[in-house]
């Protein structure tokens, strides 16, 4: 004869539920770079710059969610706005180096004055 285990009432009502597990509250670099879709080291110069605040763990340097969430908000740009940053950007950037290759760009960029 075959044997039947028994089952309780309780285990065979009992439907699979997910698990919600509750966002952290602090990121570690690696974790806010990958939140951000960036890179380590730009995270880190945010915080080097003063951009970004961090919250000291032992030896550790952790990133508030609020903190990164307020940085993407402060530096979100509308379409409009995206014109204007790029014509600032372009008259603050530093020569390609095709363009410091030629006479009157490379003096500008070595700081003499052209003639």
Known sequence: MATVAK???NERNVEARPISVPEPVLLTIKQAASRLGATVSAIRNLIWDEDLRVVPLGQRHM?????LDAWVSRNSLLAGDLDDWKKAR???RAPRRSEAKTGANRDKVRGKRSA
């Open 7 to 9: 089952v309780s009432a």
């Open 63 to 67: 990133i508030r969610v609020s903190d």
């Open 90 to 92: 372009k008259a603050v």
